[in-house]
């Protein structure tokens, strides 16, 4: 913005430089013409008709470049004033972008130390909540008690009618034995 702005007041001052110029000269001409013609000296008398169409022609140019001056100068007025509108928003809208970054930059600085606080506070949480887990399953483990499934239960039955059938054979045994013993001791007695 600021490259093209300087380009079109470089263009202005060009221009208007020109045509004060050629205004300027128009004038002068036109004075000379004014000074040579209104002398009381007729020697030029005969060209007086055609003195008044050079002068109102150079009237003409000196109206068109005073008016072609004063339209470069208000483009000029009305571009600058543009410019500098836009300038003073541009450093508004900087200055207000700077305050969001800063107080952005704030605002995220807190925010990443909270998320840090936060990260620290979830990994204590996690360390003590794993240790009551542990110490939740040891008591649950003794303090629970556990339904047998129907093949423990099968399994255990079985082992325990095994158990029985042996105590009977064992105690059968003691008692053939034990009769057979207190047979002979009466007929030992007997005798």
Known sequence: ??????????????????????????????????????????????????????IGLLEVCESDFSKALAEMTAEEQTAQNAYDAETQENKIMKATKDQD???????????????????????????????????????EGRCIAKAESYSERAARRTAEIEGLKNALQILENETALIQQTSRRFLRLRRH
Request: charged share 30%; no cysteine; hydrophobic share 30%.
């Open 1 to 54: 913005m600021d490259k093209i702005r300087a380009e079109e007041k470089a263009v202005f001052e060009s221009a208007s430089s020109d045509t004060q110029k050629a205004l300027d000269g128009v004038k002068m001409a036109l004075k000379v013409l004014n000074d040579y013609y209104s002398k009381s000296d007729k020697a030029h008398s005969s060209s007086d008709g055609a003195s008044t169409g050079i």
């Open 101 to 139: 970054v800063k107080y952005k930059t704030k605002e995220s600085n807190g925010l990443d130390k909270s998320v840090a606080e936060a990260s620290s506070d979830k990994s204590g949480v996690e360390t003590e909540l794993g240790a009551v887990n542990e110490y939740l399953a040891k008591l």
